[in-house]
């Protein structure tokens, strides 16, 4: 098993910036990348950012690409969401995944975190 645990949101101003951060534990040596997804009240939830834990490839969501920034440290087993130019429709509950599959992707993780909120006012 994989715990992940999110922290950094709150509320921000559009035009502004947060960082999220993601702290992994447990068997974080089988993980092959970790992710970012969002969910929007009344809205399914959605893929944002994704990167490789060796390699450090990357992956975004079009609705994003740059603005935010995805990255990881793995001496500390953290990854980070730079959000900037932050605009009101970014406005949800950012989620942290890990997976296990040899392959970036948007859908399949196999971990999830509890998730933290993003506020953006106008």
């Known amino acids: 098993q994989v715990q992940l645990v999110e922290s950094g949101g709150g509320l921000v101003q559009a035009g502004g910036s947060l960082r999220l951060s993601c702290a992994a534990s447990?068997?974080?040596?089988?993980?092959?990348?970790m992710g970012w997804f969002r969910q929007a009240p009344g809205q399914e939830r959605e893929f944002v950012a994704a990167?490789?834990?060796?390699?450090?490839?990357?992956l975004y969501a079009d609705s994003v690409k740059g603005r935010f920034t995805i990255s990881r440290d793995n001496a500390k087993n953290r990854v980070y969401l730079q959000m900037n130019s932050l605009e009101p429709e970014d406005t949800a509950v950012y989620y942290c995944?890990?997976?296990?599959?040899?392959?970036?992707?948007?859908?399949?993780?196999?971990?999830w975190g509890q998730g933290t909120q993003v506020t953006v006012s106008s």
């Open positions: 995944a890990a997976d296990n599959h040899p392959a970036l992707r948007r859908v399949g993780y196999d971990y």
């Open positions: 447990g068997r974080t040596f089988s993980i092959y990348a």
């Open positions: 990167v490789n834990w060796n390699f450090g490839s990357t």
